[in-house]
C-alpha cells in the first residue's frame, strides 16, 4: 500500500505526522535517529530489549532478503563472538574465528586494507613505466592480447602483483555474520568485501570505498582503440543468500574516476563495481545506502551465457529502496534474470550520466515510486537502456517533480531499442512504500553511513 507523504509509520516505533513534503521534511530532521534507523529492522530475539544497533534484524516483508528464513545475520552471537576491530589484520581475524557460529563484528575508524601503498604490493622487477613501454599501440598494436605473455614479462610481473592484490584485500565474510560500523565514520579503504557461497549476512553503517586496482591489464583488443581493465567490487554477493545491506555509503572517495591519468588515449579505469550480486545470488536487500562518484556501480547477474544462466534462472532476487544514486555513469543497476524491485529510491543525474535502469537478459525489473532528479540537458529517455529486449514495470516515477512514463520517454526518443511494459511478477515484500514526491527528502536525510543510532 503507497502511503501519503505526511504519515510514517516507524515500524510499531512510533506514528507520526506533518503538514505535507516541508513538514514531512522537518520531521526527519528532529527525529534523533531520523526516519531511517527505525525503517528496517527489529531488535534481536528479543524485540525492545536490544537497542545496540548489532543486534539489530531485517524486518518482517522487508525486501527480498526478508523471504522465508529472514535475515537476522549475527544477532544471537555468544559474547565471545562480538567483536570490535580497528585494523584490517584484525578484521580478517574476526571473520575467521568461530567458523559459521553467529557473530558481530564492529568496526571502530577507517580500516585501510592497502595501508602500505600499491608499491607494497608489487613483485620484484615489476615496474609500470617497463609495461607501457613495452605494449604502447605504436608498438605493440591492437590485434594481439597478452595473454600469452611469459611470467618474467611486464605483463607476467603484473599478473603475478596482481595476485598478490587478490589475496590482500579480498575478506570473505561467513554466514551468520553482521558487519557494522560503530559511529559515523567507521569503514574500509581498498577492501573486497566477499559474501561468498553462505546465507544470514548483516552489513550496515559503514563508508566504503571502492578498492583501487593497483595493477590493471591493457586489453589491446578490448573496443576499436583498447582499454584498460580492473578487478575488485567493493562488495560481491556470490552465491550467497538472505543479505541485507543497510545504511553505507559506497563511494570511490579520494579516488573518483574524474582524477584518473589516461594512457594510450584511454582512462586509466582501477575500479570496477560498488556491489555485484551474481553467480545465484538470491534473497538480497538494499536500503538506504549511498552509492555515490562511480561509473559501473551495480551488476546484477554477470553474464548473457547460457552455463551461467542456468544457474542464475529463478534467482537473483533482490530489492532496492530508500537509497540514493549520486553522481554516477551507470549500472543502479543493470538486471540480468532476477526479480528485481527499486522502488523509494531517489536518483541524482549530473552531466556524465549514462543511465540508471539497464534491461538485460530475461530480466524482470519492476521500478516504482523512484524520483529522478536531472541535470539540465539530461533526457529521462537516457534513464532505462536495453541491453536485450525484455519488459519491465515502471510505474509511479517522477522526473525533476513531475510523473512520466520512463518507458513511453525511452521509446518516444530511441525508438530502435523499444521496450515493452509488463515484468509478469507483482513485488510483495514492501513494508512501506512512500510517494514519490516525499522520497528525495526522506533520502537526503535518513541514508547513507553515519545516521544509524
Same mark, same amino acid.
Given at each position: 500500500?503507497?502511503?501519503?507523504?505526511?504519515?510514517?509509520?516507524?515500524?510499531?516505533?512510533?506514528?507520526?505526522?506533518?503538514?505535507?513534503?516541508?513538514?514531512?521534511?522537518?520531521?526527519?530532521?528532529?527525529?534523533?535517529?531520523?526516519?531511517?534507523?527505525?525503517?528496517?529492522?527489529?531488535?534481536?530475539?528479543?524485540?525492545?530489549?536490544?537497542?545496540?544497533?548489532?543486534?539489530?534484524?531485517?524486518?518482517?516483508?522487508?525486501?527480498?532478503?526478508?523471504?522465508?528464513?529472514?535475515?537476522?545475520?549475527?544477532?544471537?552471537?555468544?559474547?565471545?563472538?562480538?567483536?570490535?576491530?580497528?585494523?584490517?589484520?584484525?578484521?580478517?581475524?574476526?571473520?575467521?574465528?568461530?567458523?559459521?557460529?553467529?557473530?558481530?563484528?564492529?568496526?571502530?575508524?577507517?580500516?585501510?586494507?592497502?595501508?602500505?601503498?600499491?608499491?607494497?604490493?608489487?613483485?620484484?622487477?615489476?615496474?609500470?613505466?617497463?609495461?607501457?613501454?613495452?605494449?604502447?599501440?605504436?608498438?605493440?598494436?591492437?590485434?594481439?592480447?597478452?595473454?600469452?605473455?611469459?611470467?618474467?614479462?611486464?605483463?607476467?610481473?603484473?599478473?603475478?602483483?596482481?595476485?598478490?592484490?587478490?589475496?590482500?584485500?579480498?575478506?570473505?565474510?561467513?554466514?551468520?555474520?553482521?558487519?557494522?560500523?560503530?559511529?559515523?565514520?567507521?569503514?574500509?579503504?581498498?577492501?573486497?568485501?566477499?559474501?561468498?557461497?553462505?546465507?544470514?549476512?548483516?552489513?550496515?553503517?559503514?563508508?566504503?570505498?571502492?578498492?583501487?586496482?593497483?595493477?590493471?591489464?591493457?586489453?589491446?583488443?578490448?573496443?576499436?582503440?583498447?582499454?584498460?581493465?580492473?578487478?575488485?567490487?567493493?562488495?560481491?554477493?556470490?552465491?550467497?543468500?538472505?543479505?541485507?545491506?543497510?545504511?553505507?555509503?559506497?563511494?570511490?572517495?579520494?579516488?573518483?574516476?574524474?582524477?584518473?591519468?589516461?594512457?594510450?588515449?584511454?582512462?586509466?579505469?582501477?575500479?570496477?563495481?560498488?556491489?555485484?550480486?551474481?553467480?545465484?545470488?538470491?534473497?538480497?536487500?538494499?536500503?538506504?545506502?549511498?552509492?555515490?562518484?562511480?561509473?559501473?556501480?551495480?551488476?546484477?547477474?554477470?553474464?548473457?551465457?547460457?552455463?551461467?544462466?542456468?544457474?542464475?534462472?529463478?534467482?537473483?532476487?533482490?530489492?532496492?529502496?530508500?537509497?540514493?544514486?549520486?553522481?554516477?555513469?551507470?549500472?543502479?543497476?543493470?538486471?540480468?534474470?532476477?526479480?528485481?524491485?527499486?522502488?523509494?529510491?531517489?536518483?541524482?543525474?549530473?552531466?556524465?550520466?549514462?543511465?540508471?535502469?539497464?534491461?538485460?537478459?530475461?530480466?524482470?525489473?519492476? #521500478? %516504482?515510486?523512484?524520483?529522478? *532528479? $536531472?541535470?539540465? @540537458?539530461?533526457?529521462?529517455?537516457?534513464? &532505462?537502456?536495453?541491453?536485450? !529486449?525484455?519488459?519491465?514495470?515502471?510505474?509511479?516515477?517522477?522526473?525533476?517533480?513531475?510523473?512520466?512514463?520512463?518507458?513511453?520517454?525511452?521509446? #518516444? %526518443?530511441?525508438?530502435?531499442? *523499444? $521496450?515493452?511494459? @509488463?515484468?509478469?511478477?507483482?513485488?510483495? &515484500?514492501?513494508?512501506?512504500? !512512500?510517494?514519490?514526491?516525499?522520497?528525495?527528502?526522506?533520502?537526503?536525510?535518513?541514508?547513507?553511513?553515519?545516521?544509524?543510532?
Amino acid at each position: 500500500m503507497t502511503r501519503t507523504p505526511n504519515r510514517r509509520n516507524w515500524h510499531g516505533h512510533a506514528t507520526l505526522k506533518a503538514a505535507g513534503l516541508a513538514g514531512c521534511t522537518a520531521l526527519v530532521l528532529a527525529l534523533t535517529g531520523t526516519g531511517a534507523q527505525a525503517h528496517g529492522g527489529h531488535f534481536g530475539d528479543h524485540p525492545g530489549k536490544h537497542r545496540d544497533p548489532a543486534r539489530q534484524t531485517l524486518g518482517a516483508n522487508d525486501g527480498w532478503a526478508s523471504h522465508g528464513t529472514g535475515t537476522t545475520g549475527g544477532a544471537g552471537a555468544a559474547p565471545e563472538h562480538v567483536y570490535t576491530v580497528g585494523d584490517w589484520a584484525g578484521f580478517k581475524a574476526a571473520l575467521a574465528d568461530g567458523g559459521s557460529a553467529p557473530k558481530i563484528i564492529k568496526v571502530r575508524g577507517t580500516i585501510d586494507a592497502v595501508s602500505a601503498g600499491c608499491d607494497s604490493l608489487a613483485v620484484p622487477g615489476y615496474g609500470f613505466d617497463a609495461y607501457l613501454e613495452k605494449y604502447a599501440p605504436e608498438t605493440w598494436g591492437l590485434e594481439q592480447d597478452l595473454s600469452d605473455e611469459p611470467d618474467d614479462s611486464p605483463e607476467g610481473l603484473r599478473r603475478a602483483s596482481a595476485a598478490r592484490q587478490n589475496t590482500t584485500i579480498k575478506a570473505n565474510v561467513p554466514a551468520n555474520t553482521t558487519i557494522i560500523g560503530i559511529g559515523k565514520n567507521a569503514g574500509f579503504k581498498g577492501a573486497s568485501l566477499q559474501i561468498k557461497d553462505v546465507d544470514n549476512v548483516i552489513v550496515r553503517n559503514l563508508i566504503l570505498e571502492s578498492p583501487l586496482d593497483c595493477f590493471p591489464q591493457w586489453d589491446p583488443t578490448d573496443g576499436d582503440r583498447g582499454n584498460w581493465n580492473s578487478e575488485y567490487d567493493t562488495a560481491v554477493v556470490y552465491n550467497a543468500t538472505h543479505v541485507w545491506l543497510d545504511h553505507n555509503t559506497f563511494t570511490d572517495g579520494e579516488h573518483p574516476d574524474s582524477a584518473a591519468p589516461t594512457h594510450f588515449g584511454m582512462l586509466y579505469q582501477q575500479h570496477d563495481g560498488e556491489l555485484d550480486i551474481v553467480r545465484g545470488a538470491d534473497y538480497v536487500t538494499a536500503s538506504w545506502n549511498v552509492f555515490t562518484e562511480h561509473d559501473k556501480t551495480i551488476l546484477i547477474g554477470n553474464s548473457d551465457g547460457e552455463s551461467t544462466a542456468v544457474g542464475d534462472r529463478g534467482k537473483l532476487k533482490a530489492t532496492f529502496h530508500h537509497n540514493l544514486f549520486s553522481k554516477l555513469v551507470e549500472r543502479a543497476p543493470r538486471v540480468r534474470f532476477g526479480q528485481v524491485d527499486v522502488y523509494n529510491n531517489h536518483f541524482v543525474a549530473d552531466a556524465g550520466y549514462g543511465y540508471s535502469f539497464g534491461i538485460g537478459k530475461e530480466s524482470q525489473l519492476v #521500478a %516504482e515510486h523512484n524520483a529522478f *532528479t $536531472l541535470a539540465k @540537458g539530461v533526457s529521462p529517455a537516457k534513464i &532505462l537502456k536495453r541491453w536485450n !529486449d525484455f519488459p519491465l514495470t515502471a510505474q509511479n516515477n517522477l522526473v525533476n517533480g513531475k510523473r512520466v512514463d520512463l518507458i513511453a520517454a525511452h521509446n #518516444a %526518443e530511441i525508438p530502435e531499442e *523499444t $521496450l515493452r511494459s @509488463g515484468a509478469g511478477w507483482t513485488p510483495t &515484500l514492501r513494508a512501506d512504500v !512512500d510517494r514519490a514526491q516525499a522520497v528525495p527528502a526522506l533520502v537526503e536525510h535518513g541514508a547513507g553511513a553515519g545516521r544509524l543510532h
